[in-house]
């Protein structure tokens, strides 16, 4: 009599990613606050497409079908939300993002000074010693990056820490994206499409042309960037 063989049993297994997400801030009026993300969508189309993108509402009382409508009004512009934040889940429709917990954000925290005789791990690094090409992406949360090449036009350097670019910069790049405001932006020629410190940008619209095809720094004033030669 033959036995019967029963079909061994998959486990399921489950696996961490971690993705870097942007966070909206709607404010009121929400019509005032769409008219901003069609200002930066002009200056920089397609700049949100694929990317995480979490709605975090504890600025604004929306009801769901507010929410729903906003969702909706930023699918039509090419963003996708990924989650809620800053508000309940009871009572909200089934068909929107879902409630997001534990979000936080990385900043770095400062350190109380230390003895001489503690010695400091150095502070991380990525070394790129060829050019980023146009529609790579390099991101590197935990420090700085140097590219001794070029960054070209569609290309994306995404850094915890400082950007030192040694040819010119065409491309977008975003510096301290973990709260360091005190992370620069250095190339040997500015033709950047966006620079961005601490999730304040600039576009090439606003990068005066005096300074254009120069070698320029970037760095955070308050809220403001600023851009400068380098001499």
């Not at 966070?23 to 901003?36: A, G, K, Q, Y």
């Not at 009572?91 to 001489?116: F, N």
């Not at 529609?135 to 590219?147: C, N, Y």
Request: hydrophobic content about 40%.
């Amino acid at each position: 009599m033959d036995s019967k063989v029963e079909p061994q049993r998959q486990v399921m297994r489950l696996r961490g990613r971690s993705y870097i997400a942007f966070v909206f801030s709607p404010f009121m009026p929400i019509v005032n606050w769409l008219e901003e993300i069609d200002a930066t969508l002009a200056r920089s189309p397609g700049f949100f497409v694929g990317r995480p993108i979490v709605l975090d509402l504890s600025a604004v009382d929306l009801s769901s079908h507010g929410i729903a409508h906003l969702v909706s009004n930023l699918e039509s512009r090419g963003i996708r939300v990924l989650g809620l934040e800053g508000v309940e889940a009871t009572g909200l429709d089934a068909g929107l993002p879902p409630v997001l917990i534990g979000g936080r954000g990385c900043a770095i925290e400062q350190a109380e000074p230390k003895q001489v005789e503690d010695q400091r791990p150095p502070t991380p690094s990525l070394l790129l010693q060829t050019p980023v090409r146009s529609g790579q992406r390099i991101v590197f949360a935990e420090g700085d990056i140097t590219v001794l090449g070029s960054v070209g036009s569609g290309a994306e350097i995404v850094a915890g820490g400082s950007i030192h670019v040694y040819g010119t910069l065409r491309g977008r790049a975003m510096a301290g994206i973990n709260g360091n405001a005190a992370a620069r932006i250095y190339c040997q020629k500015i033709e950047a499409e966006l620079v961005a410190i601490d999730g304040y940008y600039q576009t090439a619209e606003d990068i005066g042309e005096t300074l254009r095809r120069r070698p320029a720094q970037a760095w955070l004033d308050g809220e403001v960037i600023r851009i400068t030669p380098l001499n």
